[in-house]
């Protein structure tokens, strides 16, 4: 192939999978939320604490927790602050949650699922650590790329 046509194969077939990628239907969250190791009073109760922890922060009240959040160095949601990237997560749309199993008893990790776009498509992938008090200790969220299905 001479390098004109080359170049043109290539051009096309980068057009294509542009065209294909835009075209992936966007698949809702489940519309029962998927629960893990706990229980939907439990559930609740864990986004009840988070949805007042932003409801504060957002107030200018002074949290205690230790907040991260990030994704992939070129990703749009690397240029946000942690702060505004959990004050703009609505918890109320978080489809999964799951208890984390661990040994330490001062401690207890969930990990919370929210898709913005759909399953399929970018997700925020959020950890929420609450103390022995029941109080929220750390929240880490990271945006990233599903696991293929």
């Known amino acids: 192939m001479r390098p004109l046509q080359l170049l043109a194969f290539v051009l096309m077939s980068a057009h294509c999978a542009v065209g294909n990628a835009q075209r992936?239907?966007?698949?809702?969250?489940p519309a029962t939320r998927q629960l893990s190791g706990l229980g939907s009073p439990?559930?609740?109760?864990?986004?009840a604490k988070v949805k007042d922890a932003q409801r504060r922060l957002s107030a200018g009240e002074v949290q205690t927790f230790e907040l991260l959040a990030g994704s992939v160095a070129s990703s749009e949601a690397a240029r946000i602050s942690p702060r505004e990237a959990f004050l703009g997560v609505p918890f109320d749309k978080v489809w999964k949650i799951e208890r984390v199993r661990t040994d330490n008893r001062l401690w207890q990790p969930f990990k919370l699922a929210y898709a913005p776009k759909g399953l399929g498509q970018l997700y925020w992938d959020i950890e929420v650590v609450l103390g022995f008090n029941g109080d929220i200790e750390q929240v880490s969220m990271t945006y990233k790329v599903p696991a293929p299905f």
């Open 24 to 29: 992936t239907p966007v698949i809702a969250p």
């Open 42 to 47: 439990e559930a609740d109760s864990l986004l």
